[in-house]
């Protein structure tokens, strides 16, 4: 079995053409930290990024929501908070309201009357269904499930946590929920550190620890610090890792960063927004795979391919890297 630890596009990307050369079964665990409770509906981006990818309906120009979704209730939504004048910002619930309710949802908990965060009328459905299971008092672990059931994926896709952990980013402006930070001020804001918030109190969903037991476990080229790192914070997975075969894809080539805020949020976090910076996060990993273009020199092996993925056949090709790393340290 292989194991993919998801967060992000990254991995799901990866995940899309190493499932085909990689040794199956296969597991993703993927990153709850930036989940959040918007209008009263639980959405999980990362673990859906991977439901709607597997599941065939994903929007892959945009690499979230599903294909061709539309978009009424929250045009409405949006119009309905114009007249009644609430302003432009996320409407972030006052602390004493993070931690009330169900309680996987505390510290990301935002209204609905200003959608930040643009859901489709499909997506919502999954939003709608998700919360209710939760509701009725089903994990997690048990929702995702059941989710990925009825998209007909083949992978076993199970949340890092059936317990609250929110990524929190400390800013000039003050603390935001990553999805604040990113969807609504397109990271903009300076970072000045970023907050795992819960992860002290939260124990890993049994079937994520147990799915990095049986790897080996491949790490995508996703953000070290939001994608990863709410994982790594939970002891159950850090240990897990610490005994699994691990091979990593470096998001950076030398010093550039493919997409997305890594280098910002690895320089906040005490990291060299750097290859070197991800192996140095990635203490765990047995090995790593770098693009043709990335002369940094590693203390442990090293596979180089073009790292660059636009399609499928792009993705097969990093995987079949992933594949000769894990060769090289025996988890193949």
Same mark, same amino acid.
């Given at each position: ?6 967060? /992000? ?11 085909? &050369?990689? @040794? /199956?079964?296969?597991?993703?665990? *993927? ?15 990362? +673990? ?16 979230? *929501? ?18 009644a004048g609430f302003g ?15 309680? +996987? ?7 609905? #009357? ?23 008092? %089903? ?18 896709v199970v949340p890092m ?7 929190? &980013?400390?800013?000039?402006?003050? $603390? ?8 609504a001020e397109h990271g903009?804001?300076?970072?000045? %550190?970023?907050?795992? %918030? ?8 049994? #079937?994520?620890?147990? #799915? +990095? ?10 953000? @070290? ?11 159950? +997975? ?12 470096? @998001? ?7 997409? *997305? @805020?890594?280098?910002?949020?690895? $320089? ?24 043709? $273009? ?5 203390? %442990?092996?090293? &596979? ?14 990093? !995987? ?10 025996? !988890?193949?």
């Open positions: 079995m292989t194991t993919f630890l998801a967060g /992000g596009t990254g991995t799901p990307k990866l995940l899309a053409g190493a499932r085909e &050369v990689l @040794p /199956g079964p296969h597991s993703v665990v *993927g990153n709850t930290g930036d989940d959040v409770e918007l209008g009263g509906l639980f959405v999980s981006p990362d +673990i859906d990024t991977v439901l709607f990818d597997r599941g065939g309906v994903l929007d892959r120009t945009r690499w979230w *929501g599903i294909e061709d979704d539309t978009t009424e209730t929250h045009d409405e939504l949006n119009r309905l908070a114009d007249a432009e910002a996320p409407r972030y619930l006052p602390d004493e309201l993070q931690t009330t309710g169900r309680d +996987i949802a505390r510290w990301r908990r935002f209204s609905g #009357a200003r959608e930040f965060m643009e859901l489709g009328d499909k997506d919502r459905a999954v939003h709608v269904l998700r919360t209710s299971l939760l509701d009725e008092g %089903r994990s997690l672990t048990e929702v995702t499930r059941t989710l990925a059931d009825a998209f007909g994926v083949t992978e076993d946590s059936d317990d609250p952990v929110a990524s929190i &980013v400390h800013t000039g402006e003050g $603390e935001m929920h990553f999805q604040e930070f990113w969807v903009t804001p300076d970072v000045e %550190r970023v907050e795992f %918030r819960g992860a002290d109190e939260a124990t890993a969903a049994p #079937a994520a620890v147990s #799915a +990095i037991r049986e790897g080996p476990v491949v790490v995508g080229p996703s953000n @070290p610090v939001t994608s990863i790192g709410p994982m790594l914070e939970l002891d159950e +997975i850090r240990d897990a890792l610490e005994h699994a075969t691990v091979v990593a894809v470096s @998001p950076f080539v030398e010093d550039e960063v493919f997409s *997305g @805020p890594a280098a910002k949020l690895m $320089e906040a976090h005490g990291y060299d927004a750097s290859t070197r910076g991800v192996a140095d996060a990635y203490d765990f990993a047995d090995a790593f795979v770098l693009d043709t $273009e990335d002369g940094t020199d590693l203390s %442990r092996p090293v &596979v180089r391919t073009d790292t660059l993925m636009d399609d499928d056949a792009d993705a097969r090709r990093v !995987g079949e890297a992933v594949r000769d790393a894990l060769d090289t340290v025996g !988890g193949v």
